[in-house]
Structure formats: structure tokens, C-alpha cells
């Protein structure tokens, strides 16, 4: 059973850092894309960064300069670093796996459960 399990979120003030972590467990060979979303009650569910397993990176214009994603193919982990949050950064923030190969088969689109981030003073 593959399983995503995102970890580091919190409340914080204006302008503090979080750190998110996100670790896949079961027997993995490789996994691709993997990526951060958030969600918010009302809003659909938006991408807030992503990384290929070459290190391309991609970010909401939204995040851009605030936020760096990064990965360890090693540990089967991604991570993100939120710096100079706001408190419209507020939100469920969510792990991604676009694709997960284990040593008998792969599995798409994997999630995690989620992170609570509150921003707030």
C-alpha cells in the first residue's frame, strides 16, 4: 500500500516560515511528478508548486520568490518552504504523486491527507 503523509503545517504569523514535508511509504522503486496543492472552504483546489524527479520546478504566480519546492529522491520526500507567508496563504495544503512505481506495478495520482497552515496574527 502506497501512502503519501505530509507533515510541518501550523499556525504562524504574517511574514514567519513553515517548512512542509511530505514522505511516500511502501515499496517504491521511483515517482515521478510530485507536487503541492492547498485548498481552501469554497475555492477549488490550486497548485502551488511541483517538481519533476529531475528537479524542474514550477510555481503559482501567487508563491513566486516566497516558496521553494524541493524533493529527496532517496527518501521518496517532498518539501516545501514557505517564507514571508501571508494570511491569504491560509489553507489545507495538500501532497501530490502523479505517478508511483512500486517493484510490481504503479499507481496514479496519489494524494495525501493534508496539512492545516493558518496564517494569522
Known amino acids: 500500500q502506497v501512502q503519501l503523509v505530509e507533515s510541518g503545517g501550523g499556525l504562524v504569523q504574517p511574514g514567519g516560515s513553515l517548512r512542509l514535508s511530505c514522505v511516500a511509504s511502501?515499496?517504491?522503486?521511483?515517482?515521478?511528478?510530485m507536487g503541492w496543492y492547498r485548498q481552501t472552504p469554497g475555492k477549488q483546489r490550486e497548485l502551488v508548486a511541483g517538481?519533476?524527479?529531475?528537479?524542474?520546478?514550477n510555481y503559482a504566480d501567487s508563491v513566486k520568490g516566497r516558496f521553494t519546492i524541493s524533493r529527496d529522491n532517496a527518501k521518496n520526500a517532498v518539501y516545501l518552504q514557505m517564507n514571508s507567508l501571508k494570511p491569504e496563504d491560509t489553507a489545507v495544503y495538500v501532497c501530490?504523486?502523479?505517478?508511483?512505481?512500486?517493484?510490481?506495478?504503479?499507481?496514479?495520482?496519489?494524494w495525501g491527507q493534508g496539512t492545516q497552515v493558518t496564517v494569522s496574527s
Open positions: 501530490n504523486a502523479a505517478k508511483i512505481f512500486t517493484r510490481t506495478t504503479y499507481v496514479s495520482d496519489r
Open positions: 511502501g515499496s517504491i522503486v521511483s515517482i515521478n511528478t
Open positions: 517538481i519533476t524527479s529531475g528537479g524542474s520546478t
